[in-house]
Every structure is written in structure tokens, then in C-alpha cells.
């Protein structure tokens, strides 16, 4: 082992801007929320199924490239009447609806996704104010 070199799976993983615990409804209103963990770094959002997973589950990537994002609270649909402590990202061509485990991870989750959606030129940050938190 050469100096000043950690040995592999003891290197730091915390190159990212935020990450943690969410659930995420799947494209159709009738999926139910499934428990993923997400990793945000600068404008990509991966989801895992689990924190150590080599791969992600999906990702997405906020792009002014890929045309307009914004983040709003609640759900935007009205089929899910689930509503505490959701948000949506939309992005060109699907929203992904999510939901924080407690209240300050939701807090920091629209802060952080703000920020990254913020720092398009093309985004807007929606905020409905729809429910108490």
C-alpha cells in the first residue's frame, strides 16, 4: 500500500451535494411509493434501491439541454390524495413524484433541488404552499 493511499472500499463516498432517504411513485397513479435512496450531485439526481449499490436504479439529470425543470410541492396529479411532505420534479417528458421521510429532510430536499433546478436559466421553483407541513 503506498503512502497516503486509502485502501479500496474505505475511500470516501461523500462527493455529493446531498443524499438521502425518499419514497418515489412510479410513472402511473396507481403504482404505490417505493422507499429509494437518492444521491444528488450538481444537477444529476440518482436513486438507488439501497445506499452501497454499485449501479443506480435510474437517474436524472437536470439539463438545460434537456429543456425545462422546476420543483413544486405536492403531487401533480389529483388521482394521489397522499399529499404530506411530497414534492414533484418535473422535467421534460415526466414528473417524478416524491415524498420525504420527515419533515426537515423535505425541507432540505427542496432547498438542494431548488438550488440545482435553479441554477438552469430555463427553470422555475414552483411553490404551491398546498398543504400544512
Same mark, same amino acid.
Given at each position: 500500500?503506498?503512502?497516503?493511499?486509502?485502501?479500496?472500499?474505505q475511500?470516501?463516498?461523500?462527493?455529493?451535494?446531498y443524499?438521502g432517504?425518499?419514497?418515489?411513485?412510479?410513472?402511473? !397513479?396507481?403504482?404505490?411509493?417505493?422507499?429509494?435512496?437518492?444521491?444528488?450531485?450538481?444537477?444529476?439526481l440518482?436513486?438507488?434501491?439501497?445506499?452501497?449499490? !454499485?449501479?443506480?436504479?435510474?437517474?436524472?439529470?437536470?439539463?438545460?439541454?434537456?429543456?425545462?425543470?422546476?420543483?413544486?410541492?405536492?403531487?401533480?396529479?389529483?388521482?394521489?390524495?397522499?399529499t404530506?411532505l411530497?414534492?414533484?420534479?418535473?422535467?421534460?417528458? %415526466?414528473?417524478?413524484?416524491?415524498?420525504?421521510?420527515?419533515?426537515?429532510?423535505?425541507? %432540505?430536499?427542496?432547498?438542494?433541488?431548488?438550488? !440545482?433546478?435553479? +441554477?438552469?436559466?430555463?427553470?422555475?421553483?414552483?411553490d404551491k404552499?398546498?398543504? +400544512?407541513?
Open positions: 500500500l503506498l503512502s497516503g493511499t486509502v485502501p479500496l472500499g475511500q470516501p463516498t461523500h462527493d455529493f451535494t443524499s432517504w425518499m419514497l418515489k411513485r412510479g410513472c402511473q !397513479a396507481t403504482d404505490g411509493w417505493r422507499k429509494r435512496f437518492f444521491v444528488l450531485h450538481k444537477q444529476e440518482r436513486y438507488y434501491q439501497q445506499p452501497m449499490d !454499485a449501479e443506480p436504479l435510474g437517474q436524472i439529470t437536470i439539463s438545460s439541454s434537456s429543456g425545462k425543470f422546476h420543483v413544486e410541492t405536492g403531487l401533480s396529479t389529483p388521482v394521489i390524495k397522499d404530506h411530497t414534492f414533484t420534479l418535473a422535467c421534460p417528458g %415526466r414528473h417524478y413524484w416524491l415524498k420525504a421521510l420527515d419533515k426537515s429532510s423535505y425541507q %432540505r430536499w427542496m432547498t438542494v433541488l431548488g438550488e !440545482a433546478v435553479g +441554477n438552469l436559466g430555463s427553470a422555475t421553483i414552483v404552499h398546498c398543504y +400544512n407541513i
